[in-house]
T-cell receptor
Framework: GDSVTQMEGPVTLSEEAFLTINCTYT??????LFWYVQYPGEGLQLLLK?????DKGSNKGFEATYRKETTSFHLEKGSVQVSDSAVYFC??????????FGDGTTLTVKP | EAGVAQSPRYKIIEKRQSVAFWCNPI?????LYWYQQILGQGPKLLIQ????????DSQLPKDRFSAERLKGVDSTLKIQPAKLEDSAVYLC???????????FGQGTRLTVV
């Protein structure tokens, strides 16, 4: 079956540091790929998405590129802020809608 | 635009009791999902509806869990009887169609004691 593997956390960075959270997947066909974020005390919300190979999703300074050859969708941000502290989930969704989530990576940004 | 509504937000029950969760998806969203999120893990899909039909319930423990989506709108997830290992956050989400962005509710935190 489909699976998503995220880098283990927690990740602690200083403000303005560069962020990479690795995500690799195993899936049949051509799934859509997503990054969701969960801020403290809030529900899951979509951060960015990509629907086909080589697509780049971006939002709020975060980026991720759909790499089919390496089955990866790594999340990056050039300069993190304290407000980016949250749990980040990588996920995929098949054409029929069945979705699979990674276990999440907790990011803490210190001033 | 109103988001996905869930109730209750919190529930504490004793093992072997029953419990029900309610979800009202975003208007016009055909696909509705119920997820179970155990602390420290990612959401696990329990059941997916397309309108009022079940698309996937392969990970739903059918001996104790049941779900329905009447008239293709609201949905109810029930656990009967509950076990200690059912303690988790139960998330409802909806999307316009299957592989588009899912919008999540705040979840129901269930504690079984």
């Amino acid at each position: 079956g489909d699976s998503v593997t995220q880098m283990e956390g927690p990740v602690t960075l200083s403000e303005e540091a560069f962020l990479t959270i690795n995500c690799t997947y195993t899936a049949t066909g051509y799934p859509s790929l997503f990054w969701y974020v969960q801020y403290p005390g809030e529900g899951l919300q979509l951060l960015l998405k990509a629907t086909k190979a080589d697509d780049k999703g971006s939002n709020k300074g975060f980026e991720a590129t759909y790499r089919k050859e390496t089955t990866s969708f790594h999340l990056e941000k050039g300069s993190v802020q304290v407000s980016d502290s949250a749990v980040y989930f990588c996920a995929l969704s098949q054409e029929a809608g069945k979705s699979t989530f990674g276990d999440g990576t907790t990011l803490t940004v210190k001033p | 635009e109103a988001g996905v509504a869930q109730s209750p937000r919190y529930k504490i029950i004793e093992k072997r009791q029953s419990v029900a969760f309610w979800c009202n998806p975003i208007s016009g969203h055909a696909t509705l999902y119920w997820y179970q999120q155990i602390l420290g893990q990612g959401p696990k899909l329990l059941i997916q509806f397309q309108n009022n039909g079940v698309v996937d319930d392969s990970q739903l423990p059918k001996d104790r869990f049941s779900a329905e989506r009447l008239k293709g709108v609201d949905s109810t997830l029930k656990i009967q009887p509950a076990k200690l290992e059912d303690s988790a956050v139960y998330l409802c989400a909806s999307s316009f169609r299957g592989n588009t962005e899912a919008f999540f509710g705040q979840g129901t935190r269930l504690t079984v004691v």
